[in-house]
């Protein structure tokens, strides 16, 4: 959080200070440093720079940060994108992504979708089951084109860490069966209208061990050596993403970028493929803020309730994984004191910590969620009526929209009263 400091007793993004941000913008708001983001891209870009055939591909897991001015500054660093969906696609695409740089992953694409990245020209789809295989392939030759695919493959480890975020068991619904995967790309290979280029691996995300990944990736490489061996022309391996990020300062570290080059140098060697890493957390997830003020300290049987403005709907990861957020306030008083720290959600489960040892604050103060650039903005709801929250870019002394703050207006416009058809 180095780009996210406290200067003159105001904490500040850059060089804007947080206070005068919220005065501009209100609250809450999400706020993302450049410096940041350019920094963990350079980082990663570095601890993976001259490992396998050719320059590695960073595809940017949009997934984490959607955002079309984030994504444009990780187009001009060089990155590509992990898209998930049609739209995560078009984002991707207006950001300025060139659509060799794109690869498609998930279960669940569907004939429309494969049909607008086929049209796109994207660099590689990631398939996740046969059925998908046979789908793309009638669409791919309906419209005269050459699919290049991977088949991501489930090697059913377990990456350690939540359950809800872990996708490399076998009971998980990603990928295909690792022991099938030989007889499946034979399969996969005599359809018309695909090309296999490769394969791919992802087991989860918020991993903070390296040898659950290395295990994972073992196993893909003799994968390699046998689809070679059955003819296949495995040009390229996809290692995913999930590297961990510190969410907890009193937590061990998760593994830096540079300890997952090395491993991934040692356990790549000889694969001869270009590799393709899918980085979404590790890349924004330090970068960004949720700025937000207490509304009141509200007393509680044992511990006062410290209720801020924003909600679980604007950062779902605490009620959703009960995810540890660091909290600090934005002019610190100088003293602790312990808290829970709520929203003003109707659900109990609007909670973003309990007994806290925090910055004591009162009403009317700002405090900083921190480590809230991924998976923070793209997971909000407008549940209770709670217009979705503005992302604020920080580059230097300068600041800039990136998403305009919503209106009640426009989100109730939104509905439509019925104007019933008749049979
Ligand atoms: C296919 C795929 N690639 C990449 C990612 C990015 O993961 P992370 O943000 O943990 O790096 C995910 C999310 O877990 C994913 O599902
Ligand atoms: N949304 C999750 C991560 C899921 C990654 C997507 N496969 C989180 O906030 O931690």
């Known amino acids: 959080m180095d780009h996210f400091t406290l200067r003159d007793g105001v904490l500040h993004a850059e060089d804007v200070s947080l206070v005068r941000l919220a005065e501009a913008v209100g609250t809450p708001a999400y706020v993302y440093s450049t410096a940041t983001i ?208 510190p969410y907890d300062p009193d937590r061990p570290a998760p593994p830096s970028p540079a300890a997952y080059g090395a491993m991934v140098a040692r356990v790549t060697q000889g694969w001869d493929v270009q590799l393709l890493f899918e980085p979404g957390r590790l890349i924004v997830g330090n970068a960004g803020i949720l700025l937000t003020r207490v509304i009141r300290v509200k007393p509680g049987a044992s511990t006062p309730f410290v209720i801020v403005d924003a909600g679980m709907n604007d950062l779902m990861r605490p009620a959703l994984y009960d995810a540890w957020h660091a909290m600090r306030a934005v002019t610190p008083r100088g003293d602790l004191f312990s808290a829970n720290i709520v929203g003003p959600v109707c659900e109990t489960g609007d909670t973003f910590a309990t007994e806290r040892r925090m910055d004591r604050v009162e009403g009317g103060d700002l405090v900083a969620f921190l480590t809230a650039g991924a998976y923070g903005a793209t997971m909000a709801s407008t549940y209770n009526s709670r217009p979705l929250t503005p992302e604020i870019l920080v580059n230097g002394p300068e600041w800039a929209t990136i998403r305009a703050r919503q209106t009640i207006e426009a989100l109730i416009d939104a509905d439509i009263m019925p104007q019933w058809t008749h049979p």
């Open 38 to 245: 350019r920094r963990h891209a350079r980082v990663f870009a570095d601890a993976v720079a001259g490992l396998g055939r050719g320059a590695p591909l960073i595809a940017f897991a949009v997934k984490a940060n959607p955002n079309v001015a984030v994504l444009s500054l990780l187009a001009g660093l060089g990155y590509g994108a992990d898209v998930v969906s049609g739209g995560e696609l078009r984002r991707a695409r207006r950001a300025g992504i060139a659509p060799e740089k794109i690869v498609f992953s998930g279960v669940g694409k569907t004939e429309a979708e494969m049909a607008f990245a086929l049209e796109e020209g994207i660099g590689q789809f990631n398939l996740e089951s046969e059925e998908e295989a046979a789908l793309l392939s009638q669409v791919a030759s309906r419209m005269g084109r050459t699919a290049p695919v991977a088949f991501r493959v489930n090697p059913d480890v377990d990456a350690g860490t939540h359950a809800k975020i872990s996708t490399g068991r076998s009971e998980n619904k990603f990928g295909i069966p690792y022991d099938s995967a030989p007889a499946a790309y034979a399969r996969v290979a005599a359809l018309p209208g695909l090309a296999v280029r490769g394969v791919a691996v992802h087991i989860g995300s918020q991993l903070t061990d390296l040898a659950p990944l290395e295990r994972a990736f073992a196993k893909i490489g003799a994968l390699v050596a046998a689809l070679r061996a059955d003819g296949h022309a495995i040009a390229y391996a996809d290692l995913g993403g999930g590297l961990g990020v």
